[in-house]
């Protein structure tokens, strides 16, 4: 069983995924950390994320170590993860990992959670159950704020609204793989409901698309 969450930054993917791979005892995979690696990796080596050759070497030479970097939840990271995702190729070498990770979910899990924004669409596109998650840029920003300052990083609203944009400006225009809900997905905007309305709502969905 493949359940695929896409949907922009902030707008509650993290938490629902984590939800519905405790609750069915499913691999989980957070595709943007493959992506955020990557970017990371080619700032480290003094490159620039949207130098191909660069970003594909990074891509194939992805470890463990690089999924754990630190950093990998900075801004920095954030904004070269969506460089390089704008990058066909990468996009290739990490497909391969994606699609393994499907056919055997780690840990012998029956079933595995994908968080994303093309995992619906075109990772996994025949998942049995899909959802979008989405929300205006303003809702997801003032998220993101308050998820900073809990974990006691200071953030300014202006700015993080500014990169949520410039995210989902290139992460929607982008030729490849392009962020937007797959036809069969559930779409949720999470703005008027809190965290247990939306995984309840998740569940329902899920339910019906594999009765068991
Ligand atoms: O979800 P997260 O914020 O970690 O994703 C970082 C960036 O990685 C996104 O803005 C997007 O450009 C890219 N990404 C992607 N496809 C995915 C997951 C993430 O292009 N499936």
């Known amino acids: 069983m493949i359940i695929t969450v896409d949907g922009p930054a902030a707008a509650g993917k993290g938490e629902l995924t984590q939800r519905l791979a405790a609750h069915f005892g499913y691999a989980r995979l ?12 080619v700032l480290g080596a003094g490159g620039d994320p949207e130098d191909e050759a660069a ?3 990074a891509a194939r030479a992805l470890t463990g170590d690089d999924l754990e970097a630190p950093g990998l939840r900075s801004e920095d990271a954030a904004l070269s993860a969506s ?4 990058i066909p190729a990468v996009r290739d070498v990490l497909l ?8 055997a979910p780690p840990g012998g899990a029956e079933g595995a959670v994908f968080d994303g924004r093309d995992t619906g ?4 596109p025949d998942a049995p159950a899909k959802l979008f998650l989405t929300a205006s840029p303003e809702v997801r920003a003032t998220r993101r704020v308050k998820q900073l300052q809990e974990q006691g990083t200071e ?3 202006g700015r993080v609204l500014q990169e949520l944009k410039e995210r989902d400006a290139r992460d929607t225009s982008r030729k490849v793989a392009p962020l937007k809900p797959a036809e069969d997905a559930l779409v949720i905007d999470p ?4 965290a247990d309305a939306v995984y309840a709502a998740a569940l329902e969905f899920i339910s019906a698309k594999a009765p068991d």
């Open 30 to 41: 957070d595709t943007g950390k493959l992506y955020r690696a990557v970017g990371l990796k």
């Open 55 to 57: 970003a594909v070497e």
């Open 83 to 86: 460089k390089v995702a704008a």
């Open 96 to 103: 391969e990992f994606q699609r393994g990770f499907a056919a």
């Open 121 to 124: 669409t075109v990772v996994i």
């Open 155 to 157: 953030a300014i609203y």
């Open 191 to 194: 703005s008027h409901l809190d």
